[in-house]
């Protein structure tokens, strides 16, 4: 099967350049509307209150990216596009409504896999898995929870991360390229698309938002980028009937997933508070920058993880089944490894102090 | 800001929609609509054309298409189309239950037997047709009903399950070459899962009940099996790359016979469909609107020559679903009927 390069190239530069160009006028609008981020909790980094709104062109984009394939290249059209363009209009406006007026994380998380469910019904209703030693599983109506909780889980995941400059735009442009690579070398058109507009649309965010940060996305964009993420990944074909492939994004996606992973475990450790739905400042990033690292040092780190990652994934993707799970379980190690030295290097500052 | 989230999703919607009912229209598989959308404006011939490129093209498992085929082109000819109204038959008794689903597959076993060549039928071929029609009939269900029909109607059935892919002259499709030996090929891809996968030479069986891609080469002159292979396509690369060297090693002028059980397209590479396509195989259907040799749990039987001209393979599949319906066993293949051979 051929590539469709040009396209890849008109959906990456035209969605960065109008990313751009939109970014400004959102911040504007956002200033005037006074849906800014107030550095008033603890776990805010920042010191000035910063614009939200940023993430809004995402929203714009994927619309656009969508009708571009539907007007110009509809060969490459999916039924499920116009699902995906619903359900995340839904998604932008729960995350306005956060960002101008705290929304609680229970009610989002409600929501979020009502919308799963949705979903599943409206598009998404893959019964198969790809098994990661290969073949598929006919996981059947099982399917009816892995689909909302996947996609939950990427949605939080890219939510939990956006808590630095740059760095939920900066994980998912890794996360799109590595995927991209990943669905170029099996032929995925589609994913490809997908993954190529998340690239230049956060591309195109990074602009504004690598530090220091004159906008952030806000919950708008961070929701709307994770739900993408995690329904391009659930629209996988093989030989004309959708996938759920879960092993290669969910090594990609390592890094958000075990800072969500171990928020959710502190969460858990504080549930009988009552607080669990509370958020903290214990995440992968804040720890980090306790740690003594500057900004830019941590933002870059973990971009640097998440590149590892990505790699493994391409192994993961490439290799036989046996190797494939020799790799899965290397980066399993490798993450909890990197978990260990975090903790020690923790325990001996704060023994220092 | 919420009003113009609404505002550009509204937008978004004015433009999507007609574009998107135009694309659905023109999509090749929804040639029933489309047909039926030229019916309706007059273009009855090119709306008979369209359906009869979708159903060559997609083996649709539903009665519907082929049902309004007999009738279109009934109206247009004032004669029948014996093939596509036994199929009708045969696609609602695959909907059907129970009495009615036996009393359907008889009544398109009756209707596809006249289309077959009147001859005497050999012994050595009725009990290999047998074995596949009682298979069948455990499958869908209708226990021992095959069994009772007179051997002419239980091949009429396997050459229904196959879109007509039973040569009765010994013939290999379009390759020119004509077979020494009866060979019987039937796919249980898909719902029939891999307990209705055979190769039949002579009557003998070649194939087992492991899943993945079954592939014999028999000597075009004696008619001998020279050598056989199982490939767990389903599993890996590796398997395909395997079948690859297997098919790529084999002298011209081989004939080949190909059964999918089970599952064989998870990872059916480029590499093999060239190497296939070197037996006269091609992709005939469509997955996405793209070429395919076939999809995933779909069934496949396939009977080629290597060497031959691309596309002039026998093929025979059922996709895993079409429309709602589900999908079915395949057979194909190419017998000697008469006992002079003709």
């Known amino acids: 099967m051929k590539h469709p390069f040009m396209v890849y190239a008109m959906v990456f530069s035209g969605t960065f350049l109008v990313t751009v160009l939109l970014v400004p006028i959102f911040r504007w609008c956002a200033r005037r509307l006074d849906i800014v981020d107030r550095p008033s909790a603890k776990r805010k980094i920042h010191k000035e209150p910063i614009p939200y709104l940023g993430g809004v062109p995402f929203y714009i984009c994927f619309l656009g990216t969508v009708l571009f394939i539907e007007l110009f290249y509809p060969q490459f059209s999916q039924d499920s596009f116009y699902p995906m363009a619903f359900v995340g209009t839904i998604i932008v406006l729960m995350g306005l409504y956060d960002d101008v007026s705290d929304m609680s994380s229970l009610k989002k998380l409600i929501l979020e896999l009502a919308l799963g469910v949705v979903l599943f019904f409206w598009g998404f209703k893959t019964m198969e898995m790809a098994h990661p030693l290969g073949g598929t599983w006919h996981v059947g109506w099982l399917a009816i929870v892995v689909t909302p909780l996947w996609i939950a889980g990427i949605i939080n995941a890219v939510n939990f991360s956006d808590g630095m400059d740059g760095l939920a735009g900066g994980l998912v442009f890794i996360c799109a390229l590595s995927i991209f690579i990943i669905s170029l070398k099996s032929n995925q058109i589609v994913s490809c698309i997908l993954m190529v507009y998340l690239m230049g649309t956060t591309a195109g965010f990074l602009v504004y938002n690598f530090h220091p940060a004159s906008v952030f996305m806000g919950d708008a964009g961070a929701l709307f980028l994770g739900f993408i993420l995690g329904t391009s990944t659930l629209i996988e074909q093989q030989k004309g009937v959708a996938v759920i492939a879960l092993a290669a994004p969910m090594v990609v996606m390592a890094i958000p997933f075990l800072d969500t992973a171990l928020s959710f475990y502190r969460r858990m450790l504080r549930a009988r508070e009552g607080k669990f739905f509370m958020p903290d400042r214990d995440h992968l990033h804040h720890r980090l920058l306790d740690l003594g690292l500057t900004q830019r040092q941590v933002v870059l780190s973990m971009y640097y993880v998440s590149a590892f990652m990505g790699l493994m994934a391409f192994i993961v993707s490439g290799v036989p089944g046996t190797y494939a799970f020799l790799a899965l379980v290397l980066a399993a190690m490798a993450i909890l490894f990197g978990v260990v030295v975090l903790r020690f290097i923790e325990g001996l500052a704060n023994h220092h102090d | ?342």
Request: charged letters at 20%.
């Open chain 2, 1 to 342: 800001m919420w009003l113009v989230i609404a505002v550009l999703f509204a937008g978004f919607n004015a433009v999507y929609w007609p574009v998107r009912a135009h694309q659905i229209q023109n999509a090749p598989d929804n040639f029933m609509s489309h047909a039926s959308y030229l019916y309706a404006h007059g273009a009855q011939t090119q709306a008979i054309k369209r359906l009869k490129e979708g159903i060559a093209r997609f083996h649709p498992v539903c009665p519907e298409p082929y049902q309004v085929l007999a009738e279109w082109h009934f109206k247009e000819t004032k004669e029948n189309l014996p093939w596509c109204m036994a199929a009708g038959y045969f696609y609602q008794a695959l909907r059907g239950e129970g009495k009615t689903r036996s009393s359907l597959l008889t009544r398109a076993a009756e209707m596809e037997s006249t289309e077959l060549p009147k001859a005497i039928i050999k012994p050595e071929i009725k009990q290999p047709v047998s074995l596949l029609a009682g298979n069948l009939g455990l499958v869908w269900g209708v226990g021992e009903t095959l069994l009772t029909l007179p051997v002419e109607r239980q091949l009429a059935i396997l050459s229904l399950s196959g879109g007509n892919s039973i040569d009765f002259h010994g013939r290999i499709g379009r390759t020119g070459v004509k077979s020494p030996v009866n060979i019987l090929v039937q796919s249980g891809g898909g719902r029939a899962g891999r307990y209705c996968t055979h190769l039949l030479v002579r009557g003998r069986e070649y194939a087992g009940n492991r899943r993945g891609f079954y592939a014999i080469l028999i000597d075009p002159q004696s008619g001998q099996v020279t050598q056989m292979g199982m490939f767990d396509v389903w599993q890996s690369e590796e398997e395909a790359a395997r079948m690859e060297n297997f098919l790529k090693d084999a002298p011209t002028g081989m004939i080949g016979a190909f059964a999918v059980a089970d599952e064989a397209s998870v990872n059916l590479t480029s590499g093999l469909e060239n190497a296939l396509s070197t037996f006269g195989l091609e992709p005939r259907t469509f997955i996405n609107s793209q070429p395919a040799l076939f999809g995933l749990h779909y069934s496949f039987a396939a009977l080629g020559v290597k060497g031959a001209a691309e596309d002039t393979a026998v093929q025979a599949w059922s996709p895993d679903e079409f429309d709602g319906c589900e999908g079915h066993a395949v057979t194909c293949g190419t017998l000697r009927l008469a006992e002079d051979g003709t």
